[in-house]
């Protein structure tokens, strides 16, 4: 399997979509309009991700994410783990029931704040830990939503006929960042938490999503695709000055702020394979982090913009990396036959949650960034296991 970006083995999902013709005056149809994501899974337990239209069947990355317990995010302070999960599973279907749980970093205190029968995905932690914003079919259309720490206080934030997904809070806490499809393709808007004062970002021709704010809330970094060719791009909070930062014939995708609010680690394939980059927006000086014959994605930075941690196929396995911003000081964290993804920083720096693919399901784990100290955070039994057992029950 090529790993041609960090989104590309993460959950699968296929975007609805609605149209309807101008009722008069031109006869011309409106845009097609994505309205929610429907959460499937094949028969094998693998999933794809689609944001499918009518003339254009290429896959659109939406962000760093895997079923089954998935997308582990860090409380600001550290004590809590947030993550998704689809272990109320319901193969004849093929329909995940996803709903979102929390608990502490050692594997106790699991609590599901989500009990829906419709998908509850993507959450983001508000700057100062007490709320989270998620995803959530729940009023029949994919919206955000924003609930207490706890679960209780739940309260919808978007309430529109098109796709809206969440990227996360400014940080000063007062507004969201959001990907729609209101505008008949995927763009980026702010609004405040209570849904108010929505403003356009961005109005590319393409589907503009992996979108992040800069730690200084003064810009936003995120990938967009004119055709096949999928670029880098910068622009103010407030939608001006957009800049595409790549300007390259292949993929160049996934940016990840540094605490700085300067640098920006990307993937890009300029090299015939994916390499992890670093590049100074201020001046556009370009480092190359890893150069191997291999696959390396997926960067997080440390916190204290030093290091990054990846993944890499580079031992014919995906495995956790951690290098520092330079390219220097590559060690290998992880050493497992199965495939470890999706690395994310305790806010201390301290240690690394991620996930592994392991025996049919994917897990959460946490490390030291030394690679010692493996905790094995989250054991729910795969879907297919469960499925077995229910057929062999009398």
């Known amino acids: 399997m090529r790993f041609t970006h960090p989104a590309a083995i993460l959950i699968c999902v296929i975007a609805a979509f609605v149209s309807a013709a101008a009722g008069c005056g031109g006869g011309q149809a409106t845009p097609k309009l994505y309205n929610r994501l429907i959460f499937l899974t094949r028969q094998s337990g693998d999933y794809d991700i689609r944001l499918r239209t009518s003339n254009d069947r290429q896959p659109v990355e939406l962000g760093r994410v895997l079923p089954w317990d998935s997308q582990p995010v860090w409380s600001p302070d550290g004590s809590r783990i947030a993550f998704y999960s689809d272990r109320n599973f319901n193969l004849p279907d093929r329909d995940d029931n996803v709903d979102l749980y929390v608990m502490a970093p050692d594997g106790s205190g699991l609590t599901r704040l989500t009990n829906d029968p419709a998908s509850d995905a993507f959450p983001y932690w508000s700057p100062d830990g007490q709320r989270l914003a998620f995803y959530s079919e729940r009023d029949g259309q994919g919206d955000v939503y ?16 098109a796709l809206d997904i969440p990227y996360g809070w400014s940080p000063d806490g007062q507004k969201l960042l959001v990907s729609s499809g209101r505008s008949g393709n995927l763009d980026l808007f702010t609004m405040k938490t209570d849904g108010g004062d929505v403003k356009r970002v961005t109005s590319l021709e393409g589907d503009d999503v992996a979108a992040q704010w ?31 930062l790549t300007l390259r014939p292949l993929r160049d995708a996934h940016p990840v702020w540094a605490p700085d609010s300067v640098r920006l680690a990307f993937v890009s394939d300029r090299t015939a394979d994916s390499e992890i980059y670093v590049m100074d927006t201020n001046y556009s000086f370009l480092t190359q982090v890893t150069a191997v014959q291999r696959e390396d994605a997926w960067p997080a930075w440390s916190p204290d913009g030093t290091q990054l941690a990846f993944v890499s196929d580079r031992d014919n396995n995906h495995e956790i990396y951690l290098a520092n911003a330079d390219g220097t000081g590559q060690t290998r964290l992880t050493n497992d036959p199965n495939p470890d993804l999706s690395p994310e920083w305790s806010p201390d720096g301290s240690r690394l949650a991620f996930v592994r693919y392991r025996g049919g399901r994917r897990d959460i784990y946490v490390m030291n960034v030394d690679g010692t100290g493996l905790v094995r955070l989250t054991n729910d039994e795969s879907p297919a296991a469960r499925s077995m057992k229910q057929r062999r029950s009398p």
């Not at 924003?146 to 006929?161: C, L, Q, Y």
């Not at 730690?215 to 407030?238: H, K, L, M, W």
Request: avoid cysteine; aromatic fraction near 4%; glycine fraction near 10%.
């Open 146 to 161: 924003i609930m207490n720490a706890d679960g209780s206080g739940v309260k919808r934030v978007t309430d529109d006929a």
């Open 214 to 244: 800069s730690p200084d809330g003064s810009q936003i970094a995120f990938e967009s695709a004119t055709g096949r060719n999928v670029e880098v791009y910068v622009v103010n909070a407030d939608g001006s000055n957009l800049v595409d």
